[in-house]
């Protein structure tokens, strides 16, 4: 079974610009979830999906953040435009359903803000 | 509401050598508790899981037991490896919605 894909890996990038990341979950996983793990801390929650909707985005920064799940399969997470303080490794995970209560993460993406 | 304390590290130990990693909770409801393993470069791995009080997860010699009366799921190994250097991070998760609260993660080396 393959697992979550993302990319890209790696990203650098100057303050004020913009940049996107891209997430496939596992096949048949309706949930789907974006944390930014910050280095030295855990992964911070910041948008869920079910299927193709939102079902919380309470701690995305929704000024320079914002997320799509359009088809309900792969997800988009831009940033725009991008603060030194985003410096981080930004992960994405999914679930079978809310209920499964196990996710499955993604390598992450690091990005560099400079 | 809801959160999770991990133990700081780093953590250094010698290969053989027992190890406890300690995780305590808040949680309002009835969470499941869980801990991942991040090795350098990839991503987050589920390592064992208890979903209900006095539960015992259990994986690769790894073991915690959830206890309700102490609100803790510590992490414990026999006898480390040198493959065991990772950074562990304790879970819970609440039911409703399903949201993940992680630690703040412990680094751990193990040396020849």
């Known amino acids: 079974e393959a697992g979550v894909a993302q990319s890209p890996r790696y990203k650098i990038i100057e303050k004020r610009q913009s940049v996107a990341f891209w997430c496939n979950p596992i096949?048949?996983?309706?949930?789907l979830y974006w944390y930014q793990q910050i280095l030295g801390q855990g992964p911070k929650l910041l948008i869920q999906f079910q299927n193709n909707g939102v079902v919380d985005d309470s701690q995305l920064p929704k000024d320079r953040f914002s997320a799509e799940r359009l088809k309900g399969v792969d997800s988009t997470l831009k940033i725009q435009p991008a603060k030194l303080e985003d410096s981080a490794v930004y992960l994405c995970?999914?679930?079978?359903?809310?209920?499964?209560?196990?996710?499955?993460f993604g390598p992450g993406t690091r990005l560099t803000v400079l | 509401g809801d959160s999770v304390t991990q133990m700081e590290g780093p953590v250094t130990l010698s290969e053989e050598a027992f190890l406890t990693i300690n995780c305590t909770y808040t949680?309002?409801?009835?969470?499941?508790l869980f801990w991942y393993v991040q090795y350098p470069g990839e991503g987050l791995q589920l390592l064992l899981k208890a979903t209900k009080a006095d539960d015992k997860g259990s994986n690769k010699g790894f073991e915690a037991t959830y206890r309700k009366e102490t609100t803790s799921f510590h992490l414990e190994k026999g006898s480390v490896q040198v493959s065991d250097s990772a950074v562990y991070f304790c879970a819970l998760s609440v039911y409703t919605g399903n949201q993940f609260y992680f630690g703040t993660g412990t680094s751990l080396t193990v040396i020849p």
């Open positions: 995970a999914s679930s079978l359903n809310p209920s499964s209560n196990e996710q499955f």
């Open positions: 096949s048949g996983h309706a949930t």
């Open positions: 949680a309002t409801g009835y969470p499941s």
